[in-house]
């Protein structure tokens, strides 16, 4: 059965790095999203892609974040300079529709910022 | 008002019983509704989607939506020990927005 992979598993940074966050979505998906969960918190949205542009982002999503579909499989979050409360799971979901549409979830990355 | 609300549990229920879990939301005019499973350090798992009122069952598993209440619920008949874990409920409004709205779980407990 197809699935969303992650990579890497963990990630541990220095604050003040950057860090990409890795993700190949189910191959014939066409709307792609990051989720973050802090650690005893809810899923959070971050942001949707589409065709090759954000659809949608969150207010947590701000200019220190960026994503982008390098090629025709993978889907990449970018923090720029990270902070200690970046710290989180970042999930990436893909859905084939955007409509009543059903988001699979990766395993996720757990990033810590330190 | 919290946009999707669930009790944060846990629920405690003995192996073979009937776990209830339940969510409420805020928007009166969201569209779709999903449960997914999380256990601990992993990955929400989708166990349900449901789109209209009424009920949706998949095997052990039965989601119960009602618009005019703002209600969706989640049966699992049956319980097992596997299936303690966080069940969280999502929304999506629609309406031109893909993103969910995820409540912050319940804790369910089955107790063998």
């Known amino acids: 059965e197809p699935e969303v992979t992650q990579t890497p598993s963990h990630q541990v940074t220095q604050m003040g790095q950057e860090v990409i966050l890795r993700c190949v979505p189910i191959s014939n998906h066409l709307y792609f999203y990051w989720y973050r969960q802090i650690l005893g918190q809810k899923v959070e949205f971050l942001v949707s892609?589409?065709?090759?542009?954000?659809?949608?982002k969150s207010e947590i999503f701000d200019d220190q974040f960026s994503v982008e579909r390098p090629d025709g499989s993978n889907f990449t979050l970018k923090i720029r300079s990270t902070k200690l409360e970046d710290s989180a799971m970042y999930f990436c979901a893909s859905s084939q529709l955007a409509v009543l549409n059903e988001q699979f979830f990766g395993p996720g990355t757990r990033l810590t910022v330190l | 008002q919290k946009e999707v609300e669930q009790n944060s549990g846990p629920l405690s229920v003995p192996e073979g019983a009937i776990a209830s879990l339940n969510c409420t939301y805020s928007?009166?005019?969201?569209?779709?509704f999903f449960w997914y499973r999380q256990y601990s350090g992993k990955s929400p798992e989708l166990i349900m989607s449901?789109?209209?009122?009424g009920d949706k069952e998949d095997g052990r598993f039965t989601a119960q939506l009602n618009k005019a209440s703002q209600y969706v619920s989640l049966l699992i008949r049956d319980s097992q020990p596997s299936d303690s874990a966080t069940y969280l409920c999502a929304v999506n409004r629609g309406r031109g927005t893909y993103k969910y709205i995820f409540g912050t779980g319940t804790r369910l407990k089955v107790l063998a």
């Open positions: 892609f589409y065709n090759n542009e954000i659809s949608e």
């Open positions: 449901i789109y209209s009122n």
């Open positions: 928007d009166r005019g969201s569209q779709s």
